[in-house]
């Protein structure tokens, strides 16, 4: 995976570009300027775009607005120091998938950039999905069982689209966390079990046979 740096702290971008080569088993471009950022990202091929917000001149910010206003595709994530919400806002508004606020832990960067890439390469679903006598229409968010719907709470339904993309494997609650509320999320795993448990009843009440297996100690396997 290719993978933009855009840094001017050298310090820190050496360390990054080191750590993300070395354990993550990334190729980094490691750029110093948001200027730089710009010709790189639009002159060469990279799955994401890791920028820096305050680099002198052309900051993070611009140079996100700049690529989303040309169609710019591939995930971005901002570091920054900036921690107050309305700074958060501003980079998720300018276009940014994600947000790290320095410090930060590598293992922390690696695992958002794990969920990044999953999130771009991830494969076209259709949008209607059907399960034995139900329909889960993914562009309205509903669930239907022969005709009638059963009503899903946000959570729920970003649950039951998971699951439906992986029948017969194990999710682990780590998994199900990380997709349904996200990294940054400060729910616990407690969230996550009674999330499971209210939409297992849901189905259940409907197909007469639970579709939603327990696995001891790890997470939970969906079955048609």
Not at 8 to 30: A, I, N, R, T
Not at 81 to 94: H, S, V
Not at 180 to 202: A, F, H, I, P, Q
Request: glycine letters at 8%; charged letters at 30%.
């Amino acid at each position: 995976m290719n993978i933009l740096l855009a840094e001017d702290d050298k310090k820190l971008g050496k360390l990054v570009k080191y750590v993300l080569e070395k354990k993550g088993g990334y190729h980094v471009d490691w750029v110093e300027t948001g200027e730089d950022a710009l010709d790189y990202a639009e002159g060469s091929s990279y799955d994401v775009l890791i920028l820096d917000w305050m680099m002198p001149r052309t900051d993070g910010i611009e140079v996100c607005k700049r690529l989303r206003a040309a169609n710019y595709g591939q995930a971005i994530l901002l570091l920054t120091a900036k921690d107050a919400l309305q700074d958060k806002i501003l980079g998720l508004d300018a276009g940014a998938d994600d947000y790290l606020t320095k410090p930060f832990e590598m293992d922390e960067l690696l695992a958002r950039l794990r969920s990044l890439t999953r999130r771009n390469f991830a494969p076209i679903q259709a949008d209607v999905m059907t399960f034995g006598e139900f329909t889960l229409n993914r562009s309205s968010r509903q669930l239907f069982k022969s005709g009638e719907e059963i009503l899903l709470s946000q959570r729920e339904y970003q649950m039951l689209d998971l699951f439906l993309q992986n029948v017969g494997n194990v999710l682990t609650r780590e998994i199900i966390l990380d997709r349904v509320w996200g990294l940054g999320s400060e729910v616990s795993y407690k969230n996550v079990d009674v999330t499971v448990k209210m939409l297992r009843d849901k189905l259940e009440a409907a197909q007469g046979e639970p579709m939603i297996h327990s696995v001891r100690g790890v997470g939970y396997r969906f079955e048609r």
